[in-house]
């Protein structure tokens, strides 16, 4: 007889769209599919707009090309955390790691599939 747990399987369906405090968990650079720089960052998702706790281990996703022409959506990841982007940032990435923002998380559609997007980052505080 099989006895297994699953309370503790988060939820695969997207979020409701809206406002979300997150924490990165896991910070990696890494080459795009065309071969180009970029910033892999995994978030934790930890609670709604209202302070509400997200129940699950909920997770988003979000790439940060390094790319000149894309870096300002890094500059504003940069800027939610407090660092100052006025010139020569050097940092390992790893330092982002515990690192919280909050996030306005979008739904679209990809491949025939709902998923969700972090559209824009606020400092968390």
């Known amino acids: 007889m099989l006895n297994i747990d699953f309370s503790s399987v988060p939820s695969r369906e997207p979020l409701e769209e809206g406002t979300y405090l997150l924490s990165i968990s896991e910070a990696e650079e890494k080459l795009s599919s065309t071969g180009n720089p970029m910033i892999s960052l995994t978030f934790d998702v930890l ?17 940060y090309s ?43 559609t990809y491949n025939g599939e709902l998923r969700n997007r972090i559209k824009k980052v606020y400092p968390a505080g």
């Open 47 to 63: 609670s709604t707009e209202d302070g509400t706790p997200i129940d699950g281990q909920r997770k988003l996703w979000d790439n």
């Open 66 to 108: 390094l790319q000149a022409q894309a870096l300002f959506k890094l500059k504003d990841l940069f800027q939610a955390l407090g660092i100052d982007t006025s010139a020569l940032v050097e940092m390992d990435v790893s330092e982002l790691v515990g690192q919280q923002v909050r996030a306005k998380v979008v739904q679209e």
